[in-house]
């Protein structure tokens, strides 16, 4: 009895003196790419011991490996890029609804799904950039105005492909209605200079070959393009500034419908939507932190303030089959 006694006594002071080391771990899909999420996820492990692990791959097979896998699936978040994305993956069932104060309190509620089933995490605009040796920039003044014949052979698109145009057109379709919007799509493939590019950096490398002198991209795309050349000859130009403001879009998250760690899942997610976690979040990709109390990077700042649309951005995944077929009827390959 004395031994068994003594061996208990061992027992229970070795583990009140070991590290306490969570067994809580966080499976994540991710579209957003490793060098962006990594160093976020590291500091959160480094705070509170819970590991994540993480796959990336573009939205369209992270999304159909989730339904693929159902109930079975290691994955408790996804994040993924453009609101139009995240609709899509609530649509089918693979996001759940959450309640989450904290969430509701640091994300504005144009930037969030209004079923809570995603949240954005940062955000980006989709913005005007010109030659800053060819074009004025009284020139400019709104989507809509690159449909004018002013613009004729000057303008340069990506191609309708990718759904960053899509939620574009989208957005566009439920602030100016059906019909204008597909007369300015039918605008702008009437002034191309030359077939749409299957990006925003050779869009942008366009105008300054001259081959154009105005094109639409992400504003990260012109930061990356910025940082790299700091003398480069083009500049942003923040349109609709008199009526709806610049069009905005997210990166965001929601809670896979059958997480296996769901709480911890939650935690992670609020925590993103936290000042430590958005300057990193928005930081590593020059974007916009969608928590208004967080400063964007100096960078970022020095492009300057502009008026953003606050209409929902669920929208732009509502209304993206009706763009697709819209840009495809006006010719906008």
């Known amino acids: 009895m004395k031994r068994l006694i003594q061996t208990l006594m061992l027992i229970t002071a070795t583990t009140l003196a070991a590290p306490v080391v969570s067994a809580e771990q966080i499976v994540v899909y991710s579209a957003r790419n490793e060098h962006l999420i990594k160093p976020v996820f590291d500091r ?77 995490l940062s955000v980006r605009a989709r913005t005007i950039v010109y030659s800053s040796e060819r074009v004025n920039p009284g020139e400019l003044s709104s989507y809509e105005d690159l449909a004018d014949p002013k613009w004729r052979k000057r303008l340069c698109l990506r191609t309708s492909k990718k759904v960053y145009n899509q939620s574009l057109v989208a957005m566009m379709m439920e602030r100016l209605g059906k019909e204008q919007a597909e007369e300015v799509v039918r605008g702008w493939v009437a002034n191309l200079a030359v077939p749409p590019f299957s990006n925003d950096t050779k869009a942008m490398e366009a105008v300054l070959a001259g081959q154009c002198d105005v094109t639409i991209v992400n504003t990260y795309y012109f930061g990356r393009m910025q940082s790299k050349d700091p ?103």
Request: hydrophobic letters at 40%; aromatic letters at 8%; zero cysteines.
């Open 44 to 120: 959160y492990t480094q705070k509170t011991g819970v590991e994540i692990k993480y796959i990336t791959d573009k939205e369209g097979p992270l999304l159909a490996r989730l339904k693929a896998e159902g109930a079975n699936t290691p994955a408790d978040m996804l994040i993924t890029v453009d609101a139009g994305n995240l609709w899509h993956a609530a649509q089918e069932g693979v996001l759940a609804p959450l309640e989450s104060e904290t969430l509701l309190a640091n994300i504005p509620a144009h930037l969030r799904d209004p079923q809570k089933r995603w949240f954005g």
């Open 231 to 333: 003398a480069i000859k083009l500049a942003l130009y923040w349109p609709n500034q008199a009526d709806s403001g610049v069009h905005v879009n997210v990166s965001g998250a929601g809670i896979t419908r059958h997480a296996k760690h769901k709480q911890a899942a939650i935690d992670l997610l609020e925590w993103l939507s936290s000042t430590t976690a958005q300057e990193m979040f928005a930081g590593l990709n020059m974007e916009y932190p969608v928590n208004p109390e967080v400063e964007t990077a100096p960078q970022v700042q020095a492009w300057g303030d502009f008026k953003g649309d606050d209409t929902n951005i669920a929208k732009a995944g509502e209304l993206q089959t009706e763009a697709v077929m819209l840009m495809d009827r006006a010719g906008y390959r």
